[in-house]
């Protein structure tokens, strides 16, 4: 179906934007502990020290047992351009505390991220708690740099990418999603990185313009209620007339759709004056700037009533067939308030009810999209009311994550220059696991992931069709066998030697990643209300070096 006002944007711009990045992800865009420390380990002469860092999450977000990997792209990005400027280098030595020795800046200034080396997820991939999104290895001191950015990159990225796959889970795949968050998103930033990320996640576009120039995301909006409110009564329509798409004659489209008020008010039963004069004369002006793309907010003046929104509904449906009258096809209703599942029912009623007097087949499909505070369980529940709705627009609940508004991914060390590093809790779901590490995904014989199991890096990845003891990782009794059908090495070499090392997809490919990974996970593990957890598991070798460590690491107490 023709979608409302439709801007294509333009593939230059996305072009223009993969030769750039955002300006704000810079070296500077970080925490001031990551500096200070640089500096305790460069006066301390650790600067050939090497380093494991995992980058992990330890719970998925919106009480749910998923999480979408995104962001990735950004991380590379960053990573290619990372350099200290001259004007970095001189707000260092002007704010880091006390006398700080030159050498140290002129290290800064020549560090980047050759010597790093980047293991990861595939972007938009589906991802679960504890398993490594990222290990990042090289020099300590870089390495410990790249800490805040990166979460940054990853963090929100993810949270956004899962609350829209979730929307979509909860919408299904025919209804059409876009996000309208801009005006309500966590700064300027924040409304372009919930675009892209929302888009990722299975929305079909945004009302964001830059986002749609910069990454080629369809753009799509309505219009406001001021555009209805701004006008009074008829006088305020200047132009009437718009030209026959068959014939180019020039018709009054006033006298056309006001002709129609009266007998499309027999059909939907109510009468004419109860609808507004001004919401008429907005609507027509409308639809004369686009007879194409005509779509109408009709809930400005009342949508609320027990009968159907009287003056919005019978004004659209009156415009609509005016401009049939000239050979076109409006294209539908918005509705932003009131009961959306009733008012849905109604305005569908009411399509069908023409249609069919009329024998124009069309206009019962006419599109019913629906906007005000929508969420999650607002579609969910929208859904066992038998909703007619073909479009939901989403603002504020999907942009700002307000379920759950940060997804909590961390940065640990794991290994320093070859030696395995613990970090103890008396929260068991706070101990990291040490050394390096592999992860992999087992699938069964349907297809479906069973398992994620992470290895020591030394050990032998698992084998299709040979049977591997998995572990819950601090749960001695907790085990099982798997004989996987098929093993898939998850962590993959993004970055060495100064550049990426796999050819990314675009923002398309990673939206259809997100949907084919959710594809491979079953049912259950995706509903809405208790779904169950996905287990995560590790190898018997690493079970019993964790637990070495840990006996090795925590202290002894005494009783007195
Ligand atoms: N049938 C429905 N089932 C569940 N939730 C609904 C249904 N219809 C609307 N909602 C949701 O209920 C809330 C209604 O919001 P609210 O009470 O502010 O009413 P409103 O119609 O927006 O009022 P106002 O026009 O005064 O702003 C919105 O979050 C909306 O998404
Ligand atoms: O409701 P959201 O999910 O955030 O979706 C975006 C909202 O933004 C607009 O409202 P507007 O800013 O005009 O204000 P409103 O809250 O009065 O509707 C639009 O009419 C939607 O209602
Ligand atoms: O195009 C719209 O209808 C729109 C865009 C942003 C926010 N609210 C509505
Ligand atoms: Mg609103």
Known sequence: ??????????????????NTRNGI?????????????????????????????????????????????????????FLQNFRYSDSDIEYLKMTLPGNKEEEFFTYLKQLNANDVKIYAIDEGCVAFPRVPLMRVEGPLIIVQLL??????????????????????????????????????????????????YAYIGGFDGTSNVLAGKMFNIPVKGTHAHAYITSFSDFKDLKTKKLKDSNTGEERDMLELSTKWRGPLSEVIDIMPDEASDGELAALISFAI??????????????????????SGLLNFCAVAMALNELG?????????SGDLAYLSNKAREVFIKIA???????????????????????????????????????GTHLVTCQRQPALGCVYKLVEINGMPRIKLSQDVAKVTMPGKKDAYRLYGVDGHALIDLLQRSVETPPQVGIRVLCRHPFQESKRAYVIPAKVESLLKLYWSDGAIQVKLPSLDGVRNRVQSSLQTLRQDHKRN????????????????????????????GELS
């Not at 500096?35 to 998925?60: E, H, L, P, Q």
């Open 147 to 196: 800490e805040t950015t990166l979460l940054t990159l990853v963090n929100y990225a993810s949270l956004m990418s899962t609350n829209a796959a979730r929307y979509r889970i909860a919408a299904g795949a025919n209804i059409q999603l876009l996000e309208f968050g801009l005006r309500r998103a966590q700064g300027p930033d924040g409304g372009l990185s919930a675009s892209k």
């Open 25 to 77: 992800v810079q070296p500077l865009l970080t925490d001031l502990y990551q500096i200070t420390m640089a500096y305790a380990y460069w006066k301390s002469g650790r600067v050939k020290d090497c380093a494991v860092f995992d980058m992990f999450f330890r719970r998925n977000p919106f009480d749910g047992e998923f999480t979408i990997f995104a962001g990735l792209e950004e991380c590379l990005k």
């Open 356 to 394: 069919d007097k009329y024998n124009l087949p069309w206009f019962a499909k006419l599109r019913i999209m629906a906007s005000n505070d929508i969420n999650e369980d607002t579609i969910l529940s929208l859904n066992d009311q038998n909703h007619k709705i073909d479009c939901f627009a989403i």
């Open 1 to 18: 179906m023709e979608p409302f006002i439709d801007t294509v944007s333009c593939s230059q711009c996305s072009v223009i934007y993969q």
């Open 529 to 556: 209300l208790n779904p169950t957890p996905y287990k995560v598991a590790v190898s018997d070798d690493l079970y019993n070096f964790i637990h070495d460590l840990w006996l090795e690491n925590a202290p002894i």
């Open 328 to 336: 076109y096809r409006a294209v539908g209703i918005r509705i932003d």
């Open 289 to 310: 700037a686009f007879p194409h793309g005509f779509i109408a907010l009709v809930d400005t003046y009342d949508v609320k009533s027990v009968i159907t929104c009287r």
